[in-house]
């Protein structure tokens, strides 16, 4: 056995191997933040430092504290919490308004007609931003807006806390016999195509996880899914918050709307 120490000084072999191992390390980083940097069009003609940051994926200034933000297209709206005598008595009002005026159309069980979705278990900040969005004009539809016109703020908050009371309806359509949910669609839903930019549906709409106030998609019809899918891809829909939808809806094919309305339609 050698017994010279090895980490030391006096050793040639550990000095040479950590000297060009530094050598190298500086070589590199001089190559990767400073001359590629310079030599790409990318970064223009910003300063060393801008560009260092740029090349790191750092802002090379941050938040002064003194720029305006953009307005958002509304602010997510938490129906306030009541105790559980108070949430008794909103559900039964909320109850009494849904009867007259919403069953027609949105059902108890499901959906009546095909375009209105099912109210059934949707939670109940969902169901209460779309009815602000549709009092305000920030989500347009001939049909809701004037029917939702002139209710008060306390009827939007019972109807939302009543629909949420509402067990969740069964699929709204089903998948014929032996096939097996589209793979195009369970690829999107599940994991997304961050290639494109399009998160995964799961993610934000309760399956995996929620963010915002996105909606249970289970139980609605494909022609209603697919119909909100394109209004958010051409623009004709914009209440989401920060375009999260938009985002999504424009990177997808017709085909793959479709197919993950159809996904979703036959999901409980
Ligand atoms: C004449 C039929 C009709 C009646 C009555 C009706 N709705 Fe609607 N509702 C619709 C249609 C159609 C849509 C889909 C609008 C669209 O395409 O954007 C809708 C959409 C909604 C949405 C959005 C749901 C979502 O998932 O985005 C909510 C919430 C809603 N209605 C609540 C109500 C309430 C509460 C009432 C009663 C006060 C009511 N509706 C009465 C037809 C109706
Ligand atoms: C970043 C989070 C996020 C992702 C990812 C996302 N969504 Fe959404 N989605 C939302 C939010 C939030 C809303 C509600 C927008 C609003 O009206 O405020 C929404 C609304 C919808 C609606 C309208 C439902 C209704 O009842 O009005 C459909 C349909 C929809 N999303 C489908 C999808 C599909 C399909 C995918 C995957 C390809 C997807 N979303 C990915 C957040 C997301």
Redesign the pocket.
């Known amino acids: 056995m050698n017994e010279e120490r090895l980490f030391t000084r006096r050793n040639p072999w550990f000095v040479w191997s950590v000297g060009s191992t530094l050598a190298v390390a500086i070589v590199a980083i001089l190559i990767g933040f400073v001359w590629l940097p310079s030599a790409s069009s990318a970064f223009g003609d910003l300063s060393l430092w801008a560009r260092i940051c740029g090349a790191a994926g750092v802002p090379s200034s941050w938040y002064s504290g003194n720029e305006t933000s953009h307005v958002p297209s509304d602010v997510v709206v938490l129906p306030p919490s009541d105790t559980s005598h108070a949430m008794a008595d909103a559900i039964g009002r909320g109850a009494t308004?849904?009867t007259q005026?919403?069953?027609?159309?949105?059902g108890v069980l499901g959906t009546v007609?095909v375009?209105?979705?099912?109210?059934a278990g949707?939670y109940a900040d969902?169901?209460?931003k779309?009815?602000r969005d549709?009092q305000s004009g920030q989500?347009?539809?001939a049909?809701?807006q004037a029917?939702?016109a002139g209710?008060s703020d306390q009827?939007?908050h019972d109807?939302?806390v009543y629909?949420a009371s509402l067990p969740l309806p069964a699929a709204a359509e089903k998948t014929r016999a032996g096939e097996g949910p589209d793979a195009t669609a369970t690829r999107l839903v599940m994991q997304g195509d961050p290639q494109r930019n399009i998160a995964q549906c799961a993610a934000c709409h309760g399956q995996l996880d929620r963010k915002g106030a996105a909606?249970w998609l289970g139980g609605?019809s494909a022609a209603?899914l697919a119909?909100?899918l394109q209004?958010f891809a051409s623009g004709a829909?914009r209440n989401d918050i920060n375009e999260q939808m938009r985002n999504v809806a424009r990177q997808m094919t017709p085909e793959e709307i479709d197919a993950v309305a159809r996904y979703y339609a036959a999901m409980q």
């Not at 005026?101 to 949105?106: D, E, L, T, V």
């Not at 375009?115 to 109210?119: N, S």
């Open positions: 308004i849904a005026h919403c069953s027609m159309c949105h007609q375009t209105a979705p099912a109210l949707q969902v169901t209460y779309e009815l549709f989500r347009q539809s049909v809701m029917i939702i209710r009827d939007l109807l939302a629909y909606p609605q209603y119909a909100q209004a829909r």
